[in-house]
Nanobody
Framework: VQLQACGGGLVQAGGSLRLSCVAP????????MGWYRQAPGKQRELVAV????????????NYADFVKGRFTVSRDNAKNAVYLQMNSLKPEDTAVYYC????????????????????WGQGTQVTVSS
């Protein structure tokens, strides 16, 4: 099972892009959905994730420091979808962006780890020119 991501492309510095990702409806219980990125020669890194609340907690959103104030992650739980609105893009944001989903089979506390996700998208290229 693979997630379907789209929305990447080429944009000038300062521009915006919106990434979308949809998971199959067969995945019934979702702990978290978010985005990672991987630039050439670098490790995959967390960009933003939105975790599902519980009976006593609200949904929460977490961002890497390097995107705070510029990127916004959102989810549509009814559609099993996650979105990443990217504004004020910089050349250093150039990377392949992957959406990720953590199902209820995993511990929600592992949302910071790539190993904490059991479903991934195929990756979408984002290129920011200077």
């Amino acid at each position: 099972v693979q997630l379907q991501a789209c929305g990447g492309g080429l944009v000038q510095a300062g521009g915006s892009l919106r990434l979308s990702c949809v998971a199959p409806g067969s995945i019934l219980r979702v702990n978290a959905m978010g985005w990672y990125r991987q630039a050439p020669g670098k490790q995959r890194e967390l960009v933003a994730v939105r975790t599902t609340g519980t009976m006593i907690t609200d949904d929460s959103t977490n961002y890497a420091d390097f995107v705070k104030g510029r990127f916004t992650v959102s989810r549509d739980n009814a559609k099993n979808a996650v979105y990443l609105q990217m504004n004020s893009l910089k050349p250093e944001d150039t990377a392949v962006y992957y959406c990720a989903l953590q199902s209820a089979r995993k511990a929600i506390s592992y949302w910071r780890r790539t190993s904490g996700y059991d479903y991934w998208g195929q990756g979408t290229q984002v290129t920011v020119s200077s």
